[in-house]
């Protein structure tokens, strides 16, 4: 009987043993494995340095944004040695991006793979290789033909993103924004007061418009300093190519997400009594 019992704990402890050491290796081979990761549609830098982050790529949401740099950070006001990685001789798209800004607006959204063992650097990399390949040579030619540049186009597709939700009102709203800019007047964009804010609200008050940011359009001139969002193909292609209108004014229903349309301000306001409420 003793012999029996005995023999019993020796094969139960060798069970245990080949538990542990295959529970051991499972560990590694799932440290080493590759990640898939999902940057989604109309993100911050913030939020992606936090997605990879949490996914243990090797390196901290700090140690990412001091490479693609902090959102709504003007670097002007840091010494150059703070300044976020200049990526411009690689990649041409970024050419008429101010330095001193971060690459907000750059990073696209999609499913990637990345290693564990990926660096800040290589991880931007591949988002702006990406990039690289969604902007096509047309659109490229396109945006010169019209007197823009990428910077500026990257950061009204962020507008767009932030605003509505489908490429046909992206279209409707790119049309209004870009004349109103042309026409001198402001945007009076809610989406770039939400990012100035760092909170979205389905309205503002008086005193949260005359908030004291370069990024809220209801005080300032012109486009944002830079983009407030990393927007999708299909925005950057309303913004490239918006659908010609006579609307003037917009808001976004609560209820549905739908996209309400007015061509004057007292029909935009009751609009807003309506579907805001």
């Known amino acids: ?29 799932a440290e080493q494995a590759d990640r898939t990761i999902t940057i989604i549609e109309g993100w911050n830098s913030e ?52 330095k001193y800004f971060g690459l907000e607006g750059y990073l696209f959204p999609d499913t990637y793979r990345f290693s564990p063992s990926s660096t800040p650097e290589k991880a931007i990399m ?14 490229r030619q396109d945006i010169e033909r019209q007197g823009k540049t990428i910077y500026e186009i990257i950061t009204m597709a962020s507008i767009l993103e932030k605003e ?15 004349r109103r ?16 804010l760092g909170k979205n609200k389905p309205q503002y008050s008086y005193e949260e418009t005359r908030l004291a940011s370069p990024y809220n359009t209801y005080i300032n001139d012109g486009l944002p300093p830079g983009p407030i969002c ?9 913004a490239i190519y918006p659908t010609p209108n006579d609307y003037n004014f917009f808001l976004t229903r609560l209820d549905n997400g739908q996209t309400i349309f007015s061509h004057t301000f007292e029909e935009h306001e009751l609009n807003k009594a309506k579907y805001l409420q």
């Open 164 to 178: 509505v939700r489908n490429e046909t009102d992206m279209k409707l709203v790119a049309d209004i924004f870009w």
């Open 230 to 238: 990393n927007p999708s193909l299909k925005a950057i292609r309303a």
């Open 47 to 98: 939020q992606i340095a936090a997605k990879l982050a949490e996914n243990n790529l090797g390196f901290t949401a700090k140690q990412f944004l001091q490479i693609a740099g902090e959102p709504r950070q003007d670097y002007r006001l840091l010494p150059t040695s703070k300044w976020p990685q200049d990526f411009s001789d690689r990649y041409d798209f970024l050419k008429d991006k101010p």
């Open 181 to 196: 800019l042309k026409n001198g007047q402001r945007l009076e964009s809610c989406a770039t007061l939400a990012y100035a």
């Open 126 to 139: 591949r988002f702006l290789d990406n990039f690289d390949r969604q902007l096509t040579p047309t659109m």
């Open 1 to 29: 009987m003793i012999i029996l019992c005995w023999g019993l704990l020796y094969i139960s402890n060798r069970l245990k043993a080949r538990q542990e050491r295959l529970k051991y290796w499972q560990e590694q081979a």
